[in-house]
């Protein structure tokens, strides 16, 4: 078959071509020791270290990893012999080989180089991070920039131990893995050096130095020392992560069954960061924003993500530092393991912020990105640098959570945990791959994880599971045919089967590949009163008996935990939107609601279908229910008004929300739960940016005006959205104040996160269009300006005129990108919905190419082309079902 034949070529092609990038084998780095001098005001830096290695076999050269560094002196001993090396470069493979005259024995051998290098202002390897007072030192290493610091074996295989010295201005400190076992005055005048303790064996990628003036919240858990660290000025704002940090510890310690192993956990939040927070061994890295809040005045949402980050990247300390992933093909057994624990802590220690709902919600955005043609499997070849740094999405994480979440809750989270601290105690300091896992989990349930597992890491994108369900009297026995002797039978109890029929769900079914491949789904049932029940569905089809009697209505993913979509004829569909606000558990809605929406933005489901369900649960109060309202209505509200349906779909937004927001009130009553308090917010944001309503916009004027002269004024967890919907009103002295906010050296983080979400809401051009030069200007840090441009393309409103200057002042955006944050201004275009701008956008990108970013292009275009069908499509559903509900809709209408 053709088939066969070309995957046969494909064998022999891609090894060749994939493995280009990766360090000869036969040389087995032990031991580095590292000194590293910075120069903060030149931007500069030098080196010398020593690597122990072991060789393998004789050889006579040796290849590491190095990148912008250039050599002043290396060497190679062996015994007693010392050889001077010759390096050689070769830039593209980020290598250099160390030849020697002699050829080196079998064993032991030591390398010596001494080194310089550039902070540079990428925000990656050993990089220069700035604030308006003084520069600073910080390392970010994941994936391949530890070479850009020192010469290294820099794969995540070659795992070592580290002994680091860093010399430091007087008056400064540093922070690294290890804990400051010495400080000695020298080697010249007005300087000190910092020596550390010997690291764990781990890999490069997880070597951390920092250099300022650093201030720090000291407290500690189980006897391990905790800080919290960043510029002098942020010291009062870390005292919420340290409380945190401390709780998040102390349950780790008794979940992972394996005592935190690093000695001590600093946190350190450093002036310019690209990610969001780093997991360096006993030495996390942070972005300000997503660290430093005010204990007391901060929003709910705000101390959740501060809690979940935190839990985030302690949770690596044990997957991801302790125990690491062979190569980056598995970044999902770091990434998607941190994201599905991450909500554990919270849900034992601050259940009040319903982490259950949020792991429903974090599944459907992986849902999402699944659905397109532009995914990848959970485990995808990655080998240079650029598509390493692709696997860090939503695939690798919240995908790898969802799956773990399935698995756990089918095989039961105590034996599951049972099955991870088994992996965990076997490949401690070492590295494993996605086989190693599902065996641990395999053995520890005695059910077929180890099958289960691989058609979900390995398949791209999700099962769609269609359900039928029939009640009818089992037919009669065929050979009974006395008429008499039937009467006389008991009369036959009527049952409900349920047809499930798996596929894979595409977000454009048109001219989809036919699915060759089943997944093995654990799917579990509740029907009616019957007892819930879980099935393995591994076939095309499956029919399901479902115990006592006809069910009078069937929920197919019961408790929610389910990686896959859920499809169900219309008389099911009905049945179970009549019982939705009785019978199913808030996840169980939220699903509900997810995959509904998401069968109408694929076209498989007309918009009245959604609509239909958001009023039968009507007055929902549960705020991840109402949260997942938000995208669905503004994607609806931005593509599919016309003049003539507009005022019925605004007034039938009015009349289901506002008397929900008249029962909240604006202002929050004592003693109020957190969830409360958001769901003001939604509802507000839901009224104003969707509903339009004039009355919520003016007022929310008012409360931002009253917030820029007493920040007191306002509940904290209203400020992001009431800033937001105050701009709906394009008032020029408000954007005025907005603008002033963000150039306060006094707004905290979170000030300045709110103020730039609310800056991309006004929708007057001349302001978005100061608001864009603002973006690109010096003042605005590299770190944030492709987040900022990103949400300006968001806005529907000003879209347009937005990608035009996007495409004039390209230099000007280009030169803020930093390593990876070019396709956040990608994925700024994927909510475009015009198939010219979609032209444009693919001719644009393909001209002027950003790194990392071709999965994510390939994804905006096919997110494009999907709002131009979903718009053809519904439209007219649209029309027709607000007709039929315009009565009662406008009723409310103010
Ligand atoms: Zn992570």
Redesign the pocket.
Known sequence: MTLKKSSVVLLFLIPAFAFAQRLPEGVLPQHYELSFNPDLDKATFSGEETIQVQLARPIAAITLNSAELEFQQAEVSQGEKTQTAQPSFAPDKEQATLSVPDPLQAGPATIHIKFTGILNDKLRGFYLAKTKLRNYAVTQFESTDARRAFPAFDEPAFKATFDISIIVNQGDTAISNGKIVSDTPGPSDGKHTLKFSQTAKMSTYLVAMAVGDFACNEGSADNIPIRVCGTPDKKPLGTAALRYAEEILQFYNKYYGIPYPFGKLDIVGAPDFE?G???NTGAIFYRESDLFIDDKHSSVSNHEEVFEILA??M??QWF?DLVTMKWWDNIWL??GF??WMELKPSQALHPEWNATLEAVGATNQALQVDALRNTHPIRARAETPEEINEM?DSIS?EKGAGVLRMVESYVGPEVFRRGVNNYLRKFQYNNATAEDFWSSIAAASGRPVDMIMPTFVDHAGEPLISVKASCAAPAPEPKVRSRRRRRQLAPAQPKTEITLTQDRFWLDPSGAPATTKNWMVPVCVKAGSAKPFCQIVGQKETVLPVAGGCSPWIFVNASAMGYYRTRYDADTLQKLTAVANTDLSAAERLSLLNDQAALVTSGQESVASYLNLISALNQDEERAIVESYIPALEMIHDHLLTDASKPAFIAWVRSTFSPMLANFGWTPSAGETDDRHEVRGQLIKILGEIGEDPEVIRHSVELAEAYAKDSSSLDPTLVRTVLSVAAMSNDGRLFEQYLAAMNDPQSSPEQLGDYSRALARFSDPKLAQQWLEKIVAPETRNQDAAGYLRRVLDNQAVQKMAWEWTKQHWPEVQAKLTMSSGSAVVHGTEGFCDAAMRNDVQQFFGDHKVASSERALGQSLELINSCIHFRTQQQPNLAAWLEQHSTTANVGTR
Do not use: L
């Open positions: 990610a927070a780093m997991e985030h990247e949770a690596h991801g770091n990434e941190a994201t860090f994480y």
